[in-house]
Structure formats: structure tokens, C-alpha cells
């Protein structure tokens, strides 16, 4: 009944797979289920119908209630046979089955029967299928079993008690905690597997106690763990305890760095790996530190197995990005695997040879790059275009080669994707090196000619007519977007239309020539294109009065983000208050927190789920405008993002969001119950503002309820003084009555207890008063402010890891946005200029430019120089440097 399935390799045509499952329906499989109710079992044939409905059960088939106890029923009258592979399968298929609990009484004998067994394989998979389908009170009656099957002579009987022991963890903790002194001497076991399982169940009992759990490191650390899978556990658990211990702390990192170095020295390929893994993902890991995990990664760089490389090129592609000149002693390996017969591990390889090559070897990357690229697919070429982007960033004076590069792929064939990742690359380059504007232009100009895609030919238009006006000659982009009128659809048309009327806005010497064009689109078969042919001609002409603000609206750059204006107007509600465009966020925020928790969700931040980052602002400003005590505090002017003020796995997650206003600021604190058993009322958080002297509490707003798993706010709000960026630090706890659930009912009892819970404590710094807001031009926007309101001084930051550190440091404090790709430092910099932009609160826009310098003590200077539309502003972001 074998039918053919899929083809395995379209150039092989006489190799085809077979499934024997293909075309099985559920009901013909229950009638086959009637052969477990014969007198005489045949083992094979109910081995094969179980093979069914396991099958069936994982491809998501449904079974009814009915359905279910009937195969249930007749599954548990195969436990007669002796016959060890149909025993084996019927414990598959109790578990998949989850009997409920009145059936499952109808198997417990036979499974504590087993369970207690001489055959193994019997005990251990009883043990395993009474833990998954019984509830907590028959666990109290077999725990006494379990305990001496954690430490069975039989690693496969310890190791199904173990794992069995990992799963109840999450459903009753409480039993499995008692089994720590066994679990403890499981760890010492001489199987690898169990002391592999043995060393994770321990780690999960203790994980919420650091103490202990540094305990359990250091006392495995020194002692002997054989087990390879164990030893990985181990550097995990190592690398755990180093990033909460702190990095600074020289008596707790050392250790456990030397342990994670000794462990390169292993035999097995894994442990040295995993070791190699977690050194170079430390944080704060310095070049010496890096070395040796450098060298062992280099080594499998030539393995003859696929997934050492594969794990090695990885490991190091990530190292690149923040050491890459730890990683250049391993390029010439790296060259070798560029014609690697795994395109993964060729692409990866590529990738870290463009963030680690030097000038000189960029000319011979772009040869072998291109003889590669036409054997991957799509998605591993955008990877490579990225990474030629940020090579061209880091040497500007390789734009020629790198241009033609992209230009050359560009005209390839590809996906959307791909060739929007190429045009994107190309915008970017043509923004942030000068001289790469003329040829990049022309470049776009050639790929619209031949463009498929509407969307990326509306874009390059738009583009063109931002960048083009500017360039030394811009004639000669005119046939290219007039050529568009006449080729393309009405969409592109109209886009080449508004392009050839910014073109005649910005240059005079082109006008009379738009104007003629202009002219003949007023012909066109789409009302859009004639339309706007027929605004831009009465504008540029003067037909119509216009004042600078249209003309600016019509041909200039546009500073809003379209998603944002574009989920304002959806939002607008026509009324006598005509729509405001200064009133659009100029900020994309991204989600408060959607992540999830091991043991739920954590809170997200708004009442409702966040449906993308546009809606995220304008929820927080509804969410907000519907409490009375907030509707007088005016416009919202930036909300944070969220802030943890508790641990993972705690019974209460709370995290919170500062809303700033011009006067106000508002915590609003996002809380989950996680544990449910319990109900929680009047959640409120007090709030202690003694070490933030200009802020005073004028509201709270308590939550009423917080069921098990259901999201709630609970706000505070506090005054500060007008357009100050007033600072401070928040002490947090949280207060609420606790109420019992019953498990069955879900009913809570009547009455409750006061309780409390510390929280993190939360900080109002200067950056919570500046939007990240970016401009396409700094040199223009820059001059456009002027040297009136300007403010320069200099600063000695101290000495420093890197320039790079010092550039960070300084970004996160002022909390910018960073321009024209200024925040990336080139490798050895020993100087170094940062470009910031962004909006004060008061709507006050705020450039920063800053110089960097490094000495040979490794100590940095920095030139702070600061244009904005109000001296004031000016001098209160020197404040915030010299404060900081």
C-alpha cells in the first residue's frame, strides 16, 4: 500500500521516497483498531495500527471523546502481550492520549505493576507514562519509587525518573524538590546520560536561588563531571554565573573563566566548542581572553565534519562584529571555505572576511564574491549585501569597486527581497560617502529602466528626487525619470511626475525644460498622474499664491516617519480642528515587550495586544487620555520602553514605561500574577521619590484586580518642574491583597491577606527627555540651525576599554540618534567623530557633533559641540554630559 510521496532530488528521477502513511484516513484506522479485542494477539499487526494513530495524533488529527476512550479502552487490554516492542508502543500511545482522570485508574495497576518489574525497559517507560498522565496525589503514593529509581543501577531506569522529575518540576514542584539528595548523588553517576540529566534537573530545583546555584557551579567546576552533554550543561550554567556575578568582580570571574579555558583542552569536540562559544559571548570579554577561544575555533575551521565548520564560521561571524581583529588571523582559513559545498558555511565565511579584511584584500574578496554568488539562493545573498554595505562604510575610499559590485547584482535575476536589500545598500552609500552620489545615482537610474517591481522603481524615483537637484549636473537624470512616464504603470508614472517637478522646485536652469514635460503629462490616461502634472504646473508657475510651507511640503524632505503619519490620519476624526502634521510622532517606537516568560506572558504594556509600533504610540496616548486625572497634563511628549523591575520565573512580573510630559511624568507600572492559585486586589505600587527632590507625587491609580495570567496597569504620576529634565531614582514596592482560588470552582475566597513585594528600582535619567529623532542630511541641517544658539566645550572622559566604548557610553547617555552610520568606530581609531540628532522636550530640535580622541594611556578626550533652536537646550545637554 506503499504510495510514492515526494521527490527527493529533481535531477534523480529513479530515487523517489515512500510513505506508508500517505493517504490513511482516521475511521479506516479506528475499524483497524478492532484487531487489540482478538482473542489471539497479533503483536505485528497492533504494533503497525498503533503506528497509525501515533502517526495520526501527531499531524494534528482530532479525536472525539468517544473515539479517544474507545482506543483507549481496547489499548490497555494489549498489556497481556509479552511481546516487547508492542509493550513499547502502547505506553507511545497512552501518553499521546492523555486518558482523563477517571480512565486513567484503569491503567495504574498495570503501570505501577511495571513499574516495579524485573525487565528495564518495563520500569523505565511505566515510570515515564505515570508521570506524564497522573495527577499529584497518586505522585505522593509512587514517590518513594521514583526516589530509588533516580538513583537505579540501571542508567536507563535513573535516566526516564530524571527526566520524568524535569517535566513535574513545572506542575509540582514541591515533590521534586524533596528529591535533591538523590538527584544530588545521580550527578556523581558514571553514565553519561544520566549524570547529564541528573546536573539539569539539579540546576532547574536551584535556579531561582543564585546563591545556590553559584554554589553548584563552583563545587562541579572543581570536581570531575565526565559526562560530555553534563560538561556542556556545566559551561552554561558557568556562563550564567559570570554575567549575574559581574564582570568587575575579580575574585568571582576568574575562576570560572579559568574553568571555561581549561575546558578547550578537552577531548570532545563539544565541550571545547560550547567552551569556545561561551567565551566569546561574554560580555566585556578583552582580546587576550579571546585568544585561545579564537585558536580552537580556527582549528575546526579545516574539520572534515560539516557541522564543526559550520558551528565554527558561525561562532566567529558573530565574534567579527565586535572584535574583528581577534578574528583576521583565521582569514586565510576562512578564504578556503568560500568554495565549501555547504552554501551556509560559504555564506558565513564570506560574510566574516568582508568585517574582517583590510583595504587591501577587498579588491580580491569581490572576485571570489562574484564567481559565489550566483550558486546561492536569495536569502544568503542578502546576508552578503549587508555586509558589503558595512565594508564599504568602513572604507569609503573602496566605493568605486563596491558600487559596481552592487550594480552588477542588481541586474541579475533575484527576489523583491534581495534586490531591495541591493537598492537600500545603495541609498545608504550614496547618503554617507560624498563621492559614491554621482555614480549611485546613475546606477539606480539604469536599474528602473529594466525594474519589475513597482514599489522599489516609486521608491528610486523618490529618492532620486531628494539626491538628484543636488549632484554637479542634474540634467542628465531627466531622461531616465521621463522615460518612466511613458513605460510604466500609472503608479511609477505618478511618482516620476512629482520627481520631475522637484527637479524644476531646485533647480532654475531645468525649469523650462520640466515645464514642457510637465506639460505633456497633462494628457496621461490616469487622473493621479494628470492631476499632479496639473498642481506642480500651477505651483511652479505661480499661478496659485503659495507660501514657503507648502512649497516645502510639496518639494521638500519629508522629517515624519510615513508609518506614523500614516496611522495619524487613519486615527484623525474630522472636526473644526484642522489636521496638525507637527503634532505626528517623529519617533518609531518599537513594541513595549512581547516576549514570553517560561511560565506565561509577559505584561506587554498596554491594555490591548500592540499591533506594531505605530499603533504602539498612539495606544499609549488613548490609554492614557482615558483617565480623567491625566487629560490635563497635555501632550504626551515620549514614552520609554519598558523597563524590568522584576526577576525571570518570579511569582509577580512587573515591568514598567515612563510617559514624559512637559510638567509630569507618569510610571506606568504593567503587571501579571503568574501563580494560579491566587487572585490579587487593589495592586498598587508605592513609590518612594526621596532621592528625586524635584519630583513630587500628585496621583496613583490602583488596579482592582489581577486574575492568574491576565495583564493589568496600575499608574503613578509625579510633577516636575516646566520643560526641566529633572532626574532621579525610584524606590518600588508593590502592595495588594491576596485571595485563595479554588482549582476546580476558580471561585476566590472572600477574604484576603495584606501582603507586599520589593521591586527594582527605577531611575528618571536625561536621555527619557530627547526623542531619537533622525535627519537624511547632518551637514544641512547642521548649517540650517546656525552657529547663534551653538555650544562647544571639551571633556576628559577618563580611560576607557576602547574608542568604541567611549562613543557607546556617550550615545546611551544623551539617548540620540546616531547619523550617517557614525556610531560604528573603525578598528585602531585612535580619533573618531559621532554625529547625533534628535528632539528636545519642549519640541526643540538638537544636533550633537563630538570628537573623539584616545591617547596612549588609554585615555579619551571628547569636543562636544551642540546646535539647537534654543541656547538653553544647548547648555542643558553640556549639563547632562558634565553630570554624567
Same mark, same amino acid.
Given at each position: 500500500?506503499?504510495q510514492?510521496?515526494?521527490?527527493?532530488?529533481d535531477?534523480?528521477d529513479?530515487?523517489v521516497?515512500?510513505s506508508p502513511?500517505?493517504?490513511?484516513e482516521?475511521g479506516a484506522?479506528?475499524?483497524?483498531?478492532?484487531?487489540?479485542?482478538?482473542?489471539?494477539?497479533?503483536?505485528? =499487526?497492533?504494533?503497525?495500527?498503533?503506528?497509525?494513530?501515533?502517526y495520526l495524533l501527531n499531524?494534528?488529527e482530532?479525536?472525539?471523546k #468517544?473515539?479517544?476512550?474507545e482506543?483507549f479502552?481496547?489499548?490497555t487490554?494489549l498489556?497481556?502481550s509479552?511481546?516487547?516492542?508492542l =509493550?513499547?508502543?502502547?505506553?507511545?500511545?497512552?501518553?499521546e492520549?492523555?486518558?482523563s482522570a477517571d480512565?486513567?485508574? !484503569?491503567?495504574?495497576?498495570?503501570?505501577?505493576?511495571d $513499574?516495579n518489574?524485573?525487565? %528495564?525497559m518495563?520500569?523505565?517507560?511505566?515510570?515515564?507514562?505515570?508521570?506524564?498522565?497522573?495527577?499529584?496525589?497518586? /505522585?505522593?503514593?509512587?514517590e518513594r519509587?521514583?526516589?530509588?529509581?533516580?538513583?537505579?543501577?540501571?542508567?536507563?531506569v535513573?535516566s526516564a525518573a530524571l527526566?520524568?522529575?524535569?517535566?513535574l518540576?513545572?506542575t509540582?514542584?514541591?515533590?521534586?524538590?524533596?528529591?535533591?539528595n538523590?538527584?544530588?548523588?545521580?550527578?556523581?553517576?558514571?553514565?553519561?546520560?544520566?549524570?547529564f540529566?541528573?546536573?539539569?534537573?539539579?540546576?532547574?530545583?536551584?535556579?531561582?536561588?543564585r546563591?545556590?546555584?553559584?554554589?553548584?557551579?563552583?563545587?562541579?567546576?572543581?570536581?570531575n563531571?565526565?559526562?560530555p552533554?553534563? +560538561?556542556?550543561?556545566?559551561?552554561?550554567?558557568?556562563? +550564567?554565573? !559570570?554575567?549575574?556575578s559581574g564582570?568587575n568582580?575579580q575574585?568571582?570571574?576568574r575562576?570560572?573563566?579559568d574553568?571555561?579555558?581549561?575546558?578547550l583542552r578537552?577531548?570532545?569536540?563539544?565541550?571545547?566548542?560550547?567552551a569556545?562559544?561561551?567565551?566569546?559571548?561574554l560580555?566585556?570579554?578583552?582580546?587576550?581572553e /579571546?585568544?585561545?577561544?579564537?585558536?580552537?575555533?580556527?582549528l575546526?575551521?579545516? @574539520?572534515?565534519?560539516?557541522?564543526?565548520? &559550520?558551528?565554527?564560521v558561525?561562532?566567529?561571524?558573530?565574534?567579527a562584529m565586535?572584535?574583528?581583529?581577534a578574528?583576521?588571523?583565521?582569514? !586565510?582559513?576562512m578564504?578556503?571555505l568560500?568554495s565549501?559545498? *555547504?552554501?551556509s558555511i560559504a555564506t558565513?565565511?564570506?560574510?566574516?572576511?568582508l568585517?574582517?579584511g583590510?583595504?587591501?584584500?577587498?579588491?580580491?574578496? $569581490?572576485?571570489?564574491?562574484?564567481?559565489?554568488?550566483?550558486?546561492?539562493? %536569495?536569502?544568503?545573498?542578502i546576508?552578503?549585501?549587508e555586509?558589503?554595505r558595512?565594508?564599504?562604510?568602513k572604507?569609503?575610499l573602496?566605493?568605486?569597486?563596491l558600487?559596481n559590485?552592487?550594480?552588477?547584482?542588481?541586474?541579475?535575476?533575484?527576489?523583491?527581497?534581495?534586490?531591495?536589500?541591493?537598492?537600500? @545598500?545603495?541609498?545608504?552609500?550614496?547618503?554617507?560617502?560624498?563621492?559614491?552620489?554621482?555614480?549611485?545615482?546613475l546606477?539606480?537610474?539604469? &536599474?528602473?529602466?529594466?525594474?519589475?517591481?513597482?514599489?522599489?522603481?516609486?521608491?528610486?524615483?523618490?529618492?532620486?528626487g531628494?539626491?538628484?537637484?543636488?549632484?554637479l549636473?542634474?540634467s542628465?537624470?531627466?531622461?531616465?525619470i521621463?522615460n =518612466?512616464?511613458h513605460?510604466?504603470n500609472a503608479?511609477?508614472?505618478?511618482?516620476a511626475?512629482?520627481t520631475l517637478a522637484?527637479f524644476?522646485?531646485?533647480?532654475?536652469?531645468?525649469?523650462?525644460?520640466?515645464?514642457?514635460l510637465?506639460?505633456?503629462c497633462l494628457?496621461?490616461?490616469?487622473?493621479?498622474?494628470?492631476?499632479?502634472a496639473?498642481?506642480?504646473?500651477?505651483t511652479?508657475?505661480?499661478d !496659485?499664491?503659495?507660501?514657503i510651507?507648502?512649497r516645502?511640503?510639496?518639494?521638500?524632505?519629508l522629517?515624519?516617519?510615513?508609518?506614523?503619519?500614516?496611522?495619524?490620519l487613519?486615527?484623525?476624526?474630522?472636526s473644526?480642528?484642522?489636521?496638525d502634521?507637527?503634532?505626528?510622532?517623529?519617533?518609531?517606537?518599537? +513594541?513595549?515587550?512581547? %516576549?514570553?516568560k517560561?511560565?506565561?506572558?509577559k505584561?506587554?504594556?498596554?491594555g490591548?495586544?500592540?499591533?506594531g509600533?505605530?499603533?504602539?504610540?498612539d495606544?499609549?496616548?488613548?490609554?492614557?487620555?482615558?483617565?480623567?486625572?491625566?487629560?490635563?497634563?497635555?501632550?504626551l511628549?515620549?514614552s520609554s520602553?519598558?523597563?524590568?523591575?522584576?526577576e525571570a520565573?518570579?511569582?509577580?512580573?512587573v515591568?514598567?514605561?515612563?510617559?514624559?510630559?512637559?510638567?509630569?511624568?507618569?510610571?506606568?507600572?504593567?503587571?501579571?500574577?503568574?501563580?494560579?492559585? +491566587?487572585?490579587l486586589? %487593589?495592586?498598587i505600587?508605592i513609590?518612594?521619590?526621596?532621592?528625586?527632590?524635584e519630583? @513630587?507625587? #500628585?496621583?496613583?491609580k490602583?488596579?482592582?484586580?489581577?486574575?492568574y495570567?491576565s495583564?493589568?496597569?496600575?499608574?503613578?504620576?509625579?510633577?516636575?518642574?516646566?520643560?526641566s529634565?529633572a532626574?532621579?531614582?525610584?524606590?518600588?514596592?508593590l502592595?495588594?491583597? #491576596?485571595?485563595e482560588?479554588?482549582?476546580?470552582?476558580?471561585?476566590?475566597?472572600?477574604?484576603?491577606?495584606?501582603?507586599?513585594?520589593?521591586?527594582?528600582?527605577l531611575e528618571v535619567v536625561?536621555?527619557?527627555?530627547?526623542?531619537?529623532?533622525?535627519?537624511s542630511?547632518f551637514?544641512n541641517?547642521w548649517?540650517?540651525?546656525?552657529?547663534?544658539c551653538? =555650544?562647544?566645550?571639551?571633556?576628559?572622559?577618563?580611560p576607557?576599554?576602547?574608542?568604541?566604548?567611549?562613543v557607546n557610553?556617550?550615545? *546611551?547617555?544623551?539617548?540620540?540618534?546616531?547619523c550617517?552610520g557614525?556610531?560604528?568606530v573603525p578598528?585602531?581609531?585612535?580619533?573618531?567623530?559621532?554625529?547625533?540628532?534628535g528632539?528636545?522636550i519642549?519640541?526643540?530640535?538638537?544636533?550633537?557633533?563630538l570628537? &573623539?580622541? /584616545?591617547d596612549?594611556a588609554?585615555d579619551v578626550? $571628547?569636543? /562636544?559641540?551642540v546646535r539647537?533652536d534654543d541656547?538653553?537646550?544647548?547648555?542643558?545637554?553640556?549639563?547632562?554630559?558634565?553630570s554624567?
Amino acid at each position: 500500500m506503499a504510495q510514492s510521496y515526494v521527490k527527493k532530488d529533481d535531477d534523480r528521477d529513479d530515487e523517489v521516497e515512500y510513505s506508508p502513511f500517505m493517504g490513511i484516513e482516521k475511521g479506516a484506522v479506528l475499524q483497524e483498531a478492532r484487531v487489540f479485542n482478538d482473542p489471539q494477539l497479533d503483536a505485528r =499487526r497492533c504494533s503497525q495500527v498503533i503506528t497509525k494513530l501515533l502517526y495520526l495524533l501527531n499531524q494534528g488529527e482530532t479525536f472525539t471523546k #468517544v473515539e479517544a476512550t474507545e482506543v483507549f479502552f481496547s489499548v490497555t487490554k494489549l498489556f497481556q502481550s509479552r511481546d516487547l516492542g508492542l =509493550r513499547r508502543m502502547v505506553y507511545l500511545i497512552i501518553k499521546e492520549l492523555s486518558p482523563s482522570a477517571d480512565e486513567v485508574i !484503569i491503567v495504574t495497576s498495570s503501570l505501577m505493576k511495571d $513499574m516495579n518489574s524485573k525487565t %528495564d525497559m518495563y520500569r523505565a517507560n511505566a515510570i515515564r507514562v505515570l508521570c506524564r498522565i497522573t495527577d499529584g496525589t497518586l /505522585l505522593t503514593q509512587i514517590e518513594r519509587y521514583l526516589k530509588q529509581a533516580v538513583v537505579d543501577k540501571n542508567p536507563v531506569v535513573a535516566s526516564a525518573a530524571l527526566v520524568s522529575g524535569i517535566h513535574l518540576l513545572q506542575t509540582n514542584p514541591e515533590i521534586v524538590k524533596r528529591w535533591s539528595n538523590e538527584v544530588q548523588e545521580a550527578v556523581q553517576s558514571r553514565a553519561a546520560l544520566v549524570q547529564f540529566h541528573a546536573l539539569a534537573l539539579l540546576h532547574q530545583i536551584r535556579q531561582n536561588d543564585r546563591l545556590a546555584v553559584s554554589k553548584l557551579v563552583t563545587s562541579l567546576t572543581r570536581g570531575n563531571v565526565r559526562s560530555p552533554l553534563a +560538561q556542556c550543561l556545566l559551561i552554561r550554567y558557568t556562563s +550564567q554565573v !559570570i554575567r549575574e556575578s559581574g564582570n568587575n568582580t575579580q575574585s568571582g570571574e576568574r575562576p570560572f573563566y579559568d574553568y571555561l579555558e581549561s575546558c578547550l583542552r578537552h577531548k570532545s569536540e563539544m565541550v571545547i566548542f560550547e567552551a569556545a562559544k561561551a567565551i566569546t559571548d561574554l560580555n566585556g570579554v578583552t582580546s587576550r581572553e /579571546l585568544t585561545p577561544a579564537i585558536t580552537v575555533l580556527q582549528l575546526f575551521l579545516s @574539520s572534515s565534519k560539516p557541522v564543526l565548520r &559550520f558551528a565554527a564560521v558561525r561562532t566567529l561571524n558573530k565574534v567579527a562584529m565586535t572584535h574583528p581583529m581577534a578574528v583576521t588571523n583565521c582569514n !586565510i582559513d576562512m578564504e578556503s571555505l568560500i568554495s565549501d559545498q *555547504n552554501r551556509s558555511i560559504a555564506t558565513l565565511a564570506i560574510t566574516t572576511l568582508l568585517k574582517t579584511g583590510n583595504e587591501s584584500s577587498v579588491d580580491r574578496l $569581490m572576485k571570489q564574491i562574484t564567481n559565489f554568488m550566483s550558486d546561492i539562493a %536569495d536569502e544568503f545573498k542578502i546576508v552578503v549585501v549587508e555586509a558589503i554595505r558595512s565594508l564599504c562604510l568602513k572604507f569609503p575610499l573602496k566605493y568605486r569597486s563596491l558600487m559596481n559590485f552592487l550594480s552588477n547584482i542588481l541586474r541579475e535575476e533575484g527576489g523583491f527581497d534581495y534586490k531591495k536589500a541591493i537598492v537600500d @545598500s545603495i541609498v545608504i552609500l550614496i547618503r554617507d560617502i560624498p563621492d559614491a552620489k554621482e555614480s549611485g545615482l546613475l546606477h539606480l537610474c539604469e &536599474f528602473i529602466e529594466d525594474c519589475e517591481f513597482t514599489y522599489l522603481s516609486t521608491q528610486i524615483l523618490h529618492f532620486l528626487g531628494i539626491e538628484g537637484p543636488k549632484t554637479l549636473d542634474p540634467s542628465k537624470y531627466i531622461r531616465y525619470i521621463y522615460n =518612466r512616464v511613458h513605460l510604466e504603470n500609472a503608479t511609477v508614472r505618478a511618482s516620476a511626475v512629482s520627481t520631475l517637478a522637484k527637479f524644476g522646485a531646485s533647480v532654475d536652469a531645468l525649469k523650462p525644460r520640466i515645464f514642457v514635460l510637465l506639460r505633456r503629462c497633462l494628457f496621461d490616461s490616469d487622473d493621479e498622474v494628470r492631476d499632479r502634472a496639473t498642481l506642480y504646473l500651477s505651483t511652479l508657475g505661480g499661478d !496659485i499664491e503659495t507660501d514657503i510651507d507648502v512649497r516645502d511640503f510639496l518639494f521638500g524632505s519629508l522629517d515624519t516617519p510615513l508609518v506614523n503619519l500614516e496611522t495619524s490620519l487613519k486615527n484623525y476624526e474630522p472636526s473644526e480642528e484642522a489636521f496638525d502634521i507637527n503634532l505626528v510622532p517623529k519617533e518609531v517606537k518599537s +513594541q513595549p515587550l512581547a %516576549d514570553k516568560k517560561a511560565a506565561g506572558k509577559k505584561p506587554t504594556g498596554l491594555g490591548a495586544p500592540p499591533t506594531g509600533p505605530a499603533s504602539t504610540v498612539d495606544s499609549y496616548e488613548r490609554l492614557l487620555l482615558s483617565i480623567p486625572e491625566f487629560a490635563n497634563f497635555g501632550k504626551l511628549f515620549k514614552s520609554s520602553a519598558a523597563v524590568e523591575l522584576t526577576e525571570a520565573e518570579t511569582e509577580y512580573a512587573v515591568n514598567v514605561v515612563k510617559h514624559i510630559f512637559d510638567t509630569h511624568v507618569v510610571f506606568q507600572y504593567n503587571c501579571i500574577n503568574t501563580i494560579p492559585e +491566587q487572585l490579587l486586589e %487593589d495592586v498598587i505600587v508605592i513609590v518612594d521619590a526621596s532621592e528625586a527632590e524635584e519630583f @513630587s507625587q #500628585v496621583f496613583s491609580k490602583p488596579l482592582r484586580s489581577l486574575p492568574y495570567d491576565s495583564p493589568g496597569q496600575t499608574f503613578v504620576a509625579f510633577e516636575k518642574p516646566d520643560g526641566s529634565p529633572a532626574t532621579g531614582k525610584f524606590s518600588n514596592i508593590l502592595k495588594f491583597i #491576596v485571595k485563595e482560588v479554588d482549582p476546580t470552582s476558580g471561585e476566590a475566597e472572600d477574604d484576603g491577606v495584606e501582603d507586599e513585594y520589593q521591586l527594582e528600582d527605577l531611575e528618571v535619567v536625561a536621555a527619557d527627555y530627547i526623542l531619537k529623532v533622525p535627519v537624511s542630511n547632518f551637514r544641512n541641517a547642521w548649517e540650517s540651525l546656525g552657529p547663534d544658539c551653538e =555650544r562647544v566645550d571639551e571633556y576628559g572622559l577618563g580611560p576607557r576599554e576602547s574608542l568604541s566604548e567611549a562613543v557607546n557610553t556617550v550615545i *546611551n547617555l544623551l539617548g540620540m540618534q546616531p547619523c550617517e552610520g557614525t556610531e560604528v568606530v573603525p578598528p585602531n581609531s585612535r580619533s573618531h567623530t559621532c554625529l547625533l540628532s534628535g528632539v528636545f522636550i519642549g519640541d526643540v530640535k538638537v544636533l550633537v557633533r563630538l570628537s &573623539f580622541g /584616545l591617547d596612549g594611556a588609554k585615555d579619551v578626550a $571628547m569636543k /562636544l559641540a551642540v546646535r539647537s533652536d534654543d541656547e538653553t537646550v544647548s547648555d542643558a545637554i553640556h549639563e547632562i554630559v558634565a553630570s554624567g
